[in-house]
Structure formats: structure tokens, C-alpha cells
């Protein structure tokens, strides 16, 4: 009975959970890094697309970050990237928000699961 009533509120938080990330579509993951981009936020403009692209840490994040979201402009059809904006959390609370972080171009390296998932979540359509 008593793990009964322990898997109740487990399995609600779980819902929970499921339910803050509703807006956000999971792209997969890579040593303990989940990627997920925000598919309703991705807008199209030309050769430019722009969107928000969510990074969950695990527990053992040596910098003690929860999750990073990075607003993306990406020149789909010449591979590259800049990051406009960005957001952290942080597991004690704290935040910090980032904007106007780049102007220059990153050319996407296919070997990092950043630019990887990056380029995937925004210049799919």
C-alpha cells in the first residue's frame, strides 16, 4: 500500500512535467543533454528562419544549469547559425538573459550535437 501511495504523486508530477513541455518537440539527445525546439515559434523569412531551440541539463551539470533556451536565425541553404538570444536557469533559482548575443555567422559543423539539433529543429519544416 505504501509504494502504491508513493507512485501517485510521482506519477502526477510526471504529468505535470509533460505538460510544461507541451509546446516544445523533443529532437533527441546527447550525453545527458535533451534538445527540443519550440516548432510554433519557428518562422520562416526567405533563406532566414528563426526560432527557439530548449537545452535540459542533467542533475550533474558541473555549471549548475537547469536549461538553456537559445533564440536561433538560421541561413538554412548556407549550413549556419547565429544565436540572437538566450536564456538560463539555473537549479537554484537564479537566471540571466542574454540578447543581441552575435552578429557573426557559425557554419554548422554536423559532428556537434549542438549544431546538429540546431539546424534539424529550425530548418525543418
Known sequence: MKKLLWS???IIAALLVQAAEADWTFLGSSE????????EAVAHTGAFVTGWIRLKYPVSDGQGRMKTEHYI???CPGNKFRTLERVTSYRDGRGSRQKKLSSEWHYA????PFDKFVMRGICKK
Do not use: H, I, K, N
Not at 109 to 112: C, E, K, Q
Open 32 to 39: 545527458g543533454v535533451f534538445y527540443y525546439v519550440d516548432r
Open 109 to 112: 559543423s554536423f559532428l556537434t
Open 8 to 10: 501517485v504523486p510521482m
Open 73 to 75: 536565425e538560421a541561413d
